[in-house]
C-alpha cells in the first residue's frame, strides 16, 4: 500500500504487510519515516492510494491520535479515560460480574437471577 499527503509529498510506498491473529506490534522508526501515516491506513483513518487493507473478521483496530489537541477537541475525559471508552462493553461485563460475585457471596440470588445470561 502507498499514500502520499499532497500538501508535502511525503508519505509511504510500496508497504507490504501481514500481522498474524493475536500478535503484539510495535512500530518503531525514525522521525518523519511515515509510522504515524501507516497507523493511520490501517485504522481506516486514511485511504491507501495504491494498494488495499484487508482486515479479519471481528478484528477491532483501535486508534487514538497522537496529537491530543485534536483528539480531544470535543471531549472532557483525560487520555486515560479515552482509552478506556475502547473498552465499555467489557467493563459493564465485568461490573456484572462483580455484582454477581457480591450476591452470590451474600446468599441471596434468587432463581430469576440464576437463570439470566451473564452478556
Known amino acids: 500500500m502507498s499514500y502520499r499527503y499532497p500538501s508535502s509529498g511525503r508519505g ?64 472532557e475525559n483525560t487520555v486515560y479515560e479515552e482509552m478506556l471508552t475502547a473498552f465499555a462493553g467489557l467493563r459493564a461485563q465485568e461490573e456484572r460480574l462483580r455484582q454477581m460475585e457480591a450476591q452470590m457471596a451474600s446468599e441471596e440470588v434468587s432463581e430469576e437471577e440464576k437463570e439470566k445470561p451473564t452478556s
Not at 26 to 34: F, L, M, P, Q
Not at 50 to 64: D, F, M, P, R, W
Open 12 to 75: 509511504i510506498h510500496s508497504v507490504d504487510l501481514a500481522i498474524d491473529r493475536g500478535r503484539f506490534v510495535v512500530v518503531t522508526g525514525r522521525i518523519v519515516s511515515g509510522k504515524t501515516t501507516l497507523l493511520r491506513i490501517l485504522a481506516g483513518v486514511l485511504p491507501p492510494i495504491e494498494g488495499s487493507v484487508h482486515v479479519a473478521k471481528g478484528t477491532q483496530i483501535g486508534y487514538l491520535q497522537q496529537e491530543a489537541v485534536r483528539a480531544f477537541a470535543d471531549h
